[in-house]
């Protein structure tokens, strides 16, 4: 798609391009708009090596802030390391469910809200600000840039997954240091996911969450303001 | 693709799905591995509203915690604010050049990091925490979760952008007070991403900030980790 330079006295390394056809363009649109956060449809089947390469490819493929690539993947199959990650969940999630009352809570705690245990692949994703020293082009007047790299990763990873089959759910409710004790994660490193990955056979049209009555889809016409901020209506 | 309803006795909402076709999945892939960091290769032509709004679509489309939604989108078309916004970014980019010493502040200030003029749209994503109220599920354990949704909902619309033919440049050379005073940003509300859009007939093949030798790829294999924490080899 991109091989050939572009004319004669084109600068080094840009090459021509332009938009996809219609078919690849509804491919990218189809992974965006049907991707899932899953927590519940995972098989109990291995992912192949060189599928699991492929996602880490997509991710390792993110932009970030003066190349820094901060990310690091870890990969944890064994069933008592997730076991246990279930156990820190479980404790956080406990705490959380606390914060809501009446039939919110009875809600919250009838939802499920990780896979950890069921998906037979996790992926934790981490980001070292020190990967490219302490100055970072770009990140000087932005000091989380170097996170927002690594979600950028994230992102990549899960659309890959998506077209190849594959469910990705994110897990947010831990302690931080417990899932730091657990895999070793010095302090320096920031664990900025926790994803569960398997393969499914089913996904909700709708985002989970909605179906479930928690929480609806918003207007997109409230979100967008032309020029400068404009409070959302209503 | 995911029409109907799978089988008797399946919970609502869920469909079946599976891996998409070759030629979709390529075409997920090559939006992931040809996707840039546009600077300088916007062309002046004016993007149709319909695509800006298929953009926002894949914006919205992002995961985020709770289901929150916590982004908005500016659209800046004014020339008079994207200058404003460029004085803004040269300011900032002096005092990050300094921070260079000798070749590698040559080669930093030989690098055009932004194309905020040349764009004829930028489109500002920012993140509100206050969206769905003081608790929000899943960003008990980790507050940034909101923000972690917005950069995901970039990374979207970038991908999105690479398969309509348009390219993106996220600006992060700023005083975030410039940007808060130019658009009228309230200070509880989170300035994500500056975003440049246009059309772009040449891309570069690999990052521009490879080519021009600021930092080079790392090696997929070191940022990979088995069950638990290594430090990267070397």
């Given at each position: 798609m991109m091989d050939a330079p572009h004319g004669s006295g084109a600068e080094a390394g840009l090459c021509p391009t332009g938009p996809f056809d219609r078919e690849a363009r509804a491919a990218v649109y189809a992974a965006i708009h049907t991707r899932r956060d899953v927590r519940d449809q995972f098989l109990d089947r291995c992912l192949p090596e060189d599928l699991v390469?492929?996602?880490l490819e997509a991710a390792h493929a993110a932009p970030s802030v003066g190349f820094m690539q901060p990310w690091s993947f870890i990969l944890v199959r064994s069933p008592e390391t997730r076991e246990r990650a279930y156990e820190a969940f479980s404790r956080a999630n406990d705490?959380?469910?606390?914060?809501?009352?009446?039939?919110?809570q009875a809600?919250?705690?009838?939802?499920?809200?990780?896979?950890?245990?069921?998906?037979?692949?996790?992926?934790?994703?981490?980001?070292?600000?020190?990967?490219?020293?302490?100055?970072?082009?770009g990140r000087t007047h932005n000091p989380r840039m170097d996170v927002y790299s690594t979600v950028c990763a994230v992102q990549n990873l899960w659309l890959a997954a998506r077209a190849e089959g594959v469910g990705v759910g994110?897990?947010?409710?831990?302690?931080?240091?417990?899932?730091?004790?657990?895999?070793?994660?010095?302090?320096?490193?920031?664990?900025?996911?926790?994803?569960?990955?398997?393969?499914?056979?089913?996904l909700y049209a709708q985002p989970e969450l909605a179906?479930?009555?928690?929480?609806?889809?918003?207007?997109?016409?409230?979100?967008?303001?032309?020029?400068?901020?404009?409070?959302?209506?209503?």
């Open positions: 390469r492929r996602l705490e959380a469910a606390g914060l809501f009352v009446d039939e919110r809600l919250y705690r009838s939802l499920k809200l990780e896979g950890i245990r069921k998906a037979p692949l996790s992926i934790i994703v981490t980001c070292d600000p020190d990967r490219a020293g302490p100055v970072v082009l994110w897990v947010s409710i831990f302690h931080d240091s417990d899932v730091r004790a657990l895999l070793g994660i010095p302090e320096r490193v920031e664990i900025v996911a926790w994803l569960c990955l398997g393969y499914v056979e089913e179906l479930k009555g928690w929480r609806q889809r918003l207007p997109l016409d409230d979100l967008i303001c032309e020029e400068r901020w404009q409070d959302p209506a209503g």
